[in-house]
């Protein structure tokens, strides 16, 4: 067993410092604030697995916050299905925060500027406030409006505010320094016009706080003590300080410290990249199997295990990078492995007749699981006809073959050895039944002498009459480019992969028949596969989650 104590990440340390220094553990909270405008990705589940773990480690509460400000793209069925996937995670979180729920409050805090000469209203068109930000490298210049009387600005906001002046007519900027090295601190927006309903005011609100206007006002309602975010968020750390330092408050201030976002080779992760794949129909809805969303994967059968492993593994760094879909994979094999129930499964079948075979049929039995043996065993009928791989046989082979070919042995996985003894083709010359012979003392798990014989390959079958058919759905990537989002001349979309899925039918063992929505097979020497969601006990359907590396093959 490792007794090593894991390392602590760069958050922890800086908690660790904190409380060092006399910050209560008492007083850690803790958040994770989506906003309710598309499904969850695995992204997230980096971000949600960082802030609970926190709260699990410290004993401190978590609040999952909906960051709803922007009413044109949130909608309560996100609200829904992002409180759906984090409980599948298996977290807890303290309160349903909405940021919506302090839009009165930051209406007061946005008057407090106004009337301290802090925030100033502006008629100039979006594109004329953005040409006098300047750039980087030379100051922007100053509004004609950023000296107007407060009492002017006030009187507009509260027009503003009763819809008294249409979209897109005034917003309300924070007068900070229109010279900044800092862009983000050149008198940004903090409030515009939208005659949106909102998923939860409703028609209440005319203007709507921005992002960075709400972001840490409600942090600091909420009396978060660390707000992490992903580095994209950096820039915006100076305006999230500037607020909270200028508002009328005395509580707690919160902090903001940012990490690395996870990023995933041959896919996207940004909830409104996603979206337009749902949009343009490129997928089926937001839990497409192929998604990187939580309810994609799900759907998939990854389990919450697995994907927790995944990030832990991919770790909390402060520079970005790109984790290798291989590991998410890994990680998904690992777990299901331990739990995943065994079946023999044909995906392309061929016919194989044991001549010497005089038995009606028997029942032989299988491990439902070698790595819980306390499952004990399963059913798996035997007959004189049964269906095999049909990549498993080779007329004629090489040394290096260990598969079926013809006059060289074979055990059939828990049942006899047999050996290939002649083939039947059709008019075209394809191999549509092998005739071999079996040994039938050499009966897996019976202990004889031939039961122990050595032979190279061990293959996994079905008996033809007793056979399940179901469908499978089999994925590829859903890009065919390592990084789609990462090229300036082309969008992600001209990276989809128009051959992502491939569906077609399988032969399986009747012990499949006790499958429930949901629950993940190993599909011996093939893969993982997970009962689908549309699955129906005439019309079983199953997803492929992941291969299986071939190894036993060679083992046995
Ligand atoms: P959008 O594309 O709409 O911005 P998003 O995918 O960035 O969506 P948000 O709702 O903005 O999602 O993010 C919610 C929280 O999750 C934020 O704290 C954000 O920093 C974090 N987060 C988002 N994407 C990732 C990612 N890829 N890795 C780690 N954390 C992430
Ligand atoms: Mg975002």
Not at 300 to 318: C, H, N
Not at 375 to 399: V, Y
Request: aromatic letters at 10%.
């Amino acid at each position: 067993m490792d007794n090593s104590v894991p390392a602590l990440n760069f958050i922890e340390k800086i908690i660790e410092d904190d409380l060092t220094n006399g910050f209560s553990s008492k007083s850690l909270r803790f958040r994770f604030p989506p906003e309710p405008n598309g499904f969850l990705h695995i992204g997230h589940v980096k971000a949600i697995c960082l802030n609970f773990n926190l709260g699990l480690k410290y004993n401190a509460p978590v609040n999952l916050r909906f960051d709803d400000t922007n009413p044109q793209n949130e909608e309560s069925k996100y609200v829904e299905a992002i409180k759906e996937d984090i409980k599948w995670l298996g977290y807890k979180w303290n309160k349903e925060c909405y940021a919506s729920d302090y839009f009165e409050q930051l209406y007061k805090w946005a008057l407090f500027l106004i009337d301290n000469n802090l925030a100033y209203v502006d008629s100039q068109s979006s594109e004329l406030i953005a040409e006098q930000k300047g750039t980087p490298l030379s100051p922007g210049s100053e509004s004609p409006f950023r000296n107007q009387p407060p009492a002017k600005s006030r009187k507009t906001f509260v027009e503003m505010s009763e819809g008294k002046h249409p979209e897109g007519s005034y917003v309300l900027r924070a007068k900070i320094d229109m010279k900044s090295p800092n862009m983000l601190m050149r008198d940004p927006v903090i409030y515009r016009v939208l005659d949106k309903t909102h998923h939860r005011t409703r028609d209440k609100w005319k203007v709507y706080p921005t992002y960075d206007w709400t972001h840490g006002e409600s942090d600091y309602i909420e009396q978060i003590s660390h707000s992490l975010c992903t580095l994209e968020f950096k820039p915006h750390r100076d305006l999230y300080d500037w607020f909270l330092k200028t508002l009328p408050i005395n509580k707690s201030i919160p902090k903001q410290t940012e990490f690395a976002r996870l990023n995933l080779s041959y896919t996207v992760t940004s909830k409104r990249k996603l979206k337009q794949l749902v949009d343009k129909q490129l997928v089926n809805g937001w839990d497409d199997p192929r998604m990187p969303t939580i309810s994609g994967l799900r759907r998939r059968g990854y389990t919450s295990e697995s994907l927790r492993l995944f990030v832990e593994t991919a770790g909390i760094a402060k520079r970005e990078n790109i984790i290798e879909a291989s590991l998410l994979e890994f990680c998904a094999r690992d777990h299901l492995n331990k739990i995943a129930p065994r079946v023999n499964a044909v995906l392309n079948p061929v016919k194989l007749t044991i001549i010497n075979y005089d038995k009606h049929e028997e029942l032989l039995s299988g491990e439902i699981n070698p790595e819980q043996i306390d499952l004990g065993t399963r059913e798996i009928p035997f007959s004189k006809n049964l269906l095999i791989e049909r990549e498993d046989f080779k007329e004629e082979a090489n040394r290096k073959f260990f598969r079926l070919t013809l006059g060289k042995e074979v055990r059939l996985k828990n049942a006899y050895i047999i050996k290939g003894e002649s083939v039947v083709k059709n008019e075209e010359g394809k191999v549509v039944e092998i005739l071999c012979s079996y040994d039938k003392d050499s009966k897996s798990g019976s202990g004889s002498e031939a039961s122990k014989r050595k032979v190279k390959g061990t293959l996994h079958w079905v008996s033809e009459k007793h056979a399940i058919k179901v469908k499978v759905n089999i994925y590829d990537r859903l890009f065919v480019d390592p990084s789609p989002d990462q090229h300036k001349d082309k969008s992600f979309i001209d990276f989809v992969n128009p051959n992502s899925l491939i569906t077609q039918s399988a032969f399986v063992e009747p012990s499949i028949l006790s499958a429930k929505q949901g629950s993940s097979y190993q599909f011996q020497r093939v893969g993982y596969f997970n009962l689908d969601k549309k699955s129906s006990p005439t019309n079983f359907i199953f997803n492929k989650t992941v291969g299986l590396r071939d190894s036993w093959v060679k083992k046995k």
